[in-house]
């Protein structure tokens, strides 16, 4: 059984802090990572996707892969209270066949 | 541009009524998705079809057929449903690249309700 696993939250931090977003996985095979956002009510927008070990980095947002420890991470620097949402990990495997298969997600809070 | 679409956006029917989700993308995607998601849960994977062939089946009751004309195209049809049904049904595509990161690109979804 393939699970992504995700704290639920929320994961409340202020304005202008960096909020960490952490996820892992169990299966090893696993070659894609992706984080999405999803606001309350609508459907989810990726933010980010990684495959190789190290970080990424695309505006606010850093992915980190960690394969050995099967962990991926995605940072928020200077959160603002748009970035309120629930941040949901999903994990692919080599073939494409493979399912996505997302972490239940976390729920972030940006406080002004 | 990275756009899927989807009709309608709300959607109200009874036990007895058929109806249809449509999804439509036009960035020369070959997979396309149907994912049902209840509130506070992920997405639920249902169908998958790779070019124009249903591919996974995760075991969807009868009531929800999926259809894909095309490879733009993609259908659900909704019959006798159950209340328990209702849900966010989402649509997503994605390039079906073989042995490299294949991203999957949501739609807005369906919200529908059984009555």
């Known amino acids: 059984q393939k699970e992504v696993e995700q704290n639920s939250g929320p994961l409340s931090v202020p304005e202008g802090a960096i909020a960490s977003l952490n996820c892992t996985y169990s299966?090893?095979?696993?070659?894609?990572f992706f984080w999405y956002r999803q606001y309350s009510g609508k459907s989810p927008e990726l933010i980010m996707f990684?495959?190789?070990?190290g970080d990424k980095e695309d505006g606010r947002f850093t992915a980190q892969l960690n394969k050995a420890s099967q962990y991926v991470s995605l940072l928020i620097r200077d959160s603002q209270p748009s970035d309120s949402a629930t941040y949901l990990c999903?994990?692919?495997?080599?073939?494409?066949?493979?399912?996505?298969?997302f972490g239940t997600g976390t729920r972030l809070q940006v406080f002004p | 541009d990275t756009e899927v679409t989807q009709t309608p956006k709300h959607l109200v029917m009874g036990m007895t009524n058929k109806k249809s989700l449509k999804c439509e993308q036009h960035?020369?995607?070959?997979?396309m998705y149907w994912y049902k998601q209840k509130a506070k849960k992920p997405p639920e994977l249902m169908f998958v079809?790779?070019?124009?062939?249903?591919?996974i089946n995760e075991s969807v009751p009868s009531r929800f057929s999926p259809e894909c004309p095309n490879s733009s195209l993609l259908n659900l049809h909704l019959h006798a449903l159950q209340p328990e049904d209702s849900a966010l049904y989402l649509c997503?595509?994605?390039?079906?690249?073989?042995?490299?990161?294949?991203?999957?690109?949501f739609g807005p979804g369906t919200r529908l309700t059984v009555l």
């Open positions: 990684i495959y190789s070990n």
């Open positions: 999903a994990v692919n495997g080599f073939s494409n066949t493979d399912k996505l298969i």
């Open positions: 960035m020369g995607h070959r997979a």
């Open positions: 299966d090893r095979g696993s070659q894609s």
């Open positions: 997503a595509s994605s390039q079906e690249a073989r042995g490299s990161t294949d991203t999957q690109y």
């Open positions: 079809y790779s070019y124009e062939k249903l591919s």
